[in-house]
């Protein structure tokens, strides 16, 4: 099997959609033959795929360049075209009733199939009208460092919450400031890890808005850090938190289950799926902005919660598959989906 897989111009930042696209495409290739293509259509609209593979997978972020991906469907009639769902705005309910929704639902009969990074991502694409002989869903693989033994936690000092997120406007970070703001009668400190550089604007302006807070002495934005460096705060946090308005699958949250944290959140998207039936955490209803602060300030008062929850946590996490594995059920659902055509 030839396998193209097209990825988005930024693709060499590590957000969790390129992180798995790199793993799995790193993974595939011991089972197929793989090229990993970036394309920018804003600078070169022509299809950058040479030859005749008979797959190839396309990044969501790249749907919205609907001409363009007409035309890699013209240029190749034969081949499977397999849609990889890391986000669209006609799966997310904020975000349904938009232009760009349409936009893609217009282009979805361009995919022979999709591949999905969540159960729930899955049976959203089923009930936008791709049939469920065309979803298949992988969920992303966890390195194996997140296996290894996690030491106790010391109890003593402030409960350290720690958010891993890119700066972006859908990960609810200004409103999560106002929610600490809340809680400022409480013992904690926040630690959000993330990159800044995919919309300095916004980031900016979050920055501007912990300065201008009254908790500004008990937040720290490193900024990106290495995996490493990341473990290493996953370790010792108390707690992880995010606060995000929509996730499709969110690989920050699987790999602080497997350090043992407690995750707090919104019951939105695929986070539900990573809890499973587990007691490993909170998530609150989206629409009720008290419950995520109340939420916290029931575990910031009982350490003993804190690790009854993140144990659960980390047992829950024992059933994510390694990346090769993953890599395999990605190659599973490939040929799953190229036999559906015929």
């Known amino acids: 099997m030839h396998v193209v897989v097209l990825v988005?111009?930024?693709?060499?930042?590590?957000?969790?959609?390129?992180?798995?696209?790199r793993r799995i495409a790193e993974a595939l290739a011991e089972r197929a033959t793989v090229e990993v293509v970036p394309w920018a259509p804003e600078e070169s609209p022509k299809p950058p795929v040479e030859g005749g593979p008979d797959t190839i997978v396309v990044?969501?972020?790249?749907?919205?360049?609907?001409?363009a991906l007409r035309?890699?469907?013209?240029?190749?009639?034969?081949?499977?075209?397999?849609?990889?769902?890391?986000?669209?705005?006609?799966?997310d309910p904020g975000a349904r009733a938009s232009a760009a929704a349409e936009t893609e639902r217009a282009l979805l009969p361009l995919f022979d199939g999709a591949i999905t990074t969540s159960p729930f991502a899955r049976q959203a694409m089923i009930d936008e009208g791709m049939g469920a002989t065309r979803v298949q869903a992988v969920p992303p693989g966890l390195d194996p460092t997140y296996r290894k033994t996690v030491s106790r936690r010391d109890s003593a000092g402030a409960p350290a919450l720690l958010t891993v997120a890119n700066l972006l406007p859908g990960?609810?970070?200004?409103?999560?400031?106002?929610?600490?703001?809340?809680?400022?009668?409480?013992?904690?400190?926040?630690?959000?890890v993330g990159d800044d550089a995919l919309d300095p604007d916004f980031a900016g302006a979050l920055r501007d808005r912990?300065?201008?807070?009254?908790?500004?002495d008990r937040v720290a934005l490193p900024g990106l850090v290495p995996p490493a460096d990341l473990r290493t705060r996953y370790d010792r946090a108390d707690v992880f938190?995010?606060?995000?308005?929509?996730?499709?699958?969110?690989?920050?949250?699987?790999?602080?289950?497997a350090r043992g944290l407690p995750?707090?959140?919104?019951?939105?998207?695929?986070?539900?799926?990573?809890l499973g039936d587990a007691d490993a955490g909170i998530l609150t209803p989206p629409d009720r902005p008290d419950a995520l602060g109340d939420a916290l300030r029931a575990l910031l008062a009982d350490p003993t919660?804190?690790?009854?929850?993140?144990?659960?946590?980390?047992?829950?996490?024992?059933?994510?598959?390694?990346?090769?594995?993953?890599?395999?059920?990605?190659?599973?659902?490939?040929?799953?989906?190229?036999?559906?055509?015929?």
Not at 8 to 21: A, K, L, S
Not at 263 to 274: E, I, K, Q, S, Y
Not at 323 to 342: K, S, T
């Open 8 to 21: 988005p111009d930024i693709h060499d930042r590590p957000t969790g959609g390129n992180i798995y696209n």
């Open 59 to 67: 990044d969501s972020l790249l749907v919205r360049h609907a001409d």
């Open 71 to 91: 035309a890699l469907r013209e240029a190749h009639p034969a081949g499977s075209l397999i849609l990889l769902v890391h986000y669209l705005h006609c799966i």
């Open 171 to 192: 990960k609810g970070l200004p409103t999560f400031v106002d929610t600490l703001g809340r809680l400022r009668e409480e013992a904690w400190r926040w630690t959000l």
């Open 210 to 216: 912990i300065r201008a807070s009254s908790i500004a």
């Open 241 to 257: 938190v995010l606060p995000s308005r929509f996730e499709t699958c969110s690989m920050a949250t699987r790999e602080a289950m």
């Open 263 to 274: 995750v707090v959140g919104h019951a939105v998207g695929g986070l539900p799926d990573n």
């Open 305 to 342: 919660r804190r690790r009854r929850l993140g144990a659960a946590a980390r047992e829950r996490s024992r059933s994510f598959p390694t990346w090769d594995e993953a890599g395999a059920r990605f190659h599973a659902a490939v040929r799953a989906l190229r036999a559906a055509e015929e």
